[in-house]
């Protein structure tokens, strides 16, 4: 149903062409609303039977432009999970230490295990983002061989084998990208600024970004377009509309989640074996009406 937002290198992506504010998959917000949450009880069952296998983890990254909405986003669809097998990792500005090491070190510590579920708030991918638009490369240490020409068309290379890496070692890597639009953002960034109960979330370098804003379209589009991959695609979701873009990620993790198939383990004849057993000691120590004697 969602699968024209759903980019896996068979075909070219377009931003300028990617709607941000469609809401064609549902009639209205209520509609969108009703089924949010019935998929979230979907996605909290699903979720338990991936703790107790343990096969397989997978991480739901996201990625977007300030005002996108990543934050309420999460909230708002991940919520339902229990906080057992689930992480969340936030990446920030690289600190000293992580600059002081390869560009994945902060994110290889943050990979799931199996039956786990990690949420990629940023990524890797900031790294050919702002990376690539503010050029950060002139203002590191590389080694003298180092070509900068070449910098971003290897950083796109290493994401690609690191999340190649990942599905042959039972990781599995959800990009999703929360697409909105400029005119969204400047009243997204003006209720922030209005409201007092949203100043916390505004800051003057908010705004001074955009005016990066072509430059980080055009960083988008060149990340979905040289790592999309059929074992990692990219999810292009419009943003817009809050109500629907919600929506649309529940049906991107619960779609996910049924294709992992987790089951809850089967008990071996041992150890049910043993459960008579059990029983009969438990009821004897509670008594035969079921309470303490």
């Known amino acids: 149903m969602f699968s024209e937002y759903r980019f896996d290198g068979s075909e070219k992506?377009?931003?300028?062409?990617?709607?941000?504010?469609?809401?064609?998959?549902?009639?209205?917000?209520?509609?969108?609303?009703?089924?949010?949450?019935?998929?979230?009880?979907?996605i909290d069952a699903l979720q338990q039977k991936l703790y107790a296998e343990k096969r397989e983890g997978v991480i739901f990254l996201?990625?977007?432009?300030?005002?996108?909405?990543?934050?309420?986003?999460?909230?708002a669809v991940l919520q339902c999970l229990s906080p057992h097998g689930v992480h969340e990792a936030?990446?920030?500005?690289?600190?000293?230490?992580?600059?002081?090491?390869?560009?994945?070190?902060?994110?290889?510590?943050?990979?799931?295990?199996?039956g786990e579920i990690a949420i990629f708030n940023r990524s890797q991918?900031?790294?050919?983002?702002?990376?690539?638009?503010?050029?950060?490369?002139?203002?590191?240490?590389?080694?003298?061989?180092?070509?900068?020409?070449?910098?971003?068309?290897?950083?796109?290379?290493?994401i690609r084998n690191f999340e190649k890496y990942l599905w042959h070692n039972n990781v599995r890597t959800v990009k999703i990208f929360l697409h909105v639009s400029k005119d969204e953002q400047a009243r997204r960034f003006l209720s922030r600024i209005e409201e007092p109960e949203k100043n916390w979330?505004?800051?003057?370098?908010?705004?001074?970004?955009?005016?990066?804003?072509?430059?980080?379209?055009?960083?988008?589009?060149?990340?979905?377009?040289?790592?999309?991959?059929k074992h990692a695609p990219w999810f292009?979701?419009?943003?817009?509309?809050?109500?629907?873009?919600?929506?649309?990620?529940?049906?991107?993790?619960?779609?996910?989640?049924?294709?992992?198939?987790?089951?809850?383990?089967?008990?071996?004849?041992?150890?049910?074996d043993r459960f008579g057993e059990i029983r009969e000691a438990l009821e004897k120590e509670l008594g035969k009406d079921g309470k303490n004697q």
């Open 90 to 114: 936030a990446f920030k500005a690289p600190s000293a230490e992580d600059l002081s090491h390869d560009y994945l070190w902060r994110i290889e510590r943050e990979v799931p295990a199996k």
């Open 13 to 42: 992506f377009n931003i300028k062409k990617a709607s941000t504010d469609e809401t064609k998959l549902v009639k209205d917000r209520k509609e969108a609303e009703y089924l949010l949450d019935r998929n979230n009880a979907e």
């Open 201 to 229: 979330k505004f800051s003057a370098s908010d705004y001074e970004e955009r005016k990066y804003w072509d430059a980080y379209q055009d960083a988008f589009e060149e990340a979905v377009n040289q790592t999309s991959t």
């Open 62 to 75: 996201f990625q977007a432009m300030d005002a996108a909405g990543k934050d309420g986003t999460i909230r």
């Open 125 to 158: 991918y900031e790294d050919v983002l702002i990376y690539r638009v503010k050029k950060l490369w002139e203002q590191q240490k590389n080694a003298r061989r180092i070509d900068p020409d070449k910098i971003m068309e290897h950083r796109y290379e290493d």
């Open 236 to 272: 292009v979701v419009p943003a817009d509309h809050k109500w629907y873009m919600r929506y649309v990620v529940s049906e991107i993790i619960l779609d996910t989640l049924k294709d992992m198939d987790p089951h809850y383990p089967t008990v071996t004849k041992e150890r049910t």
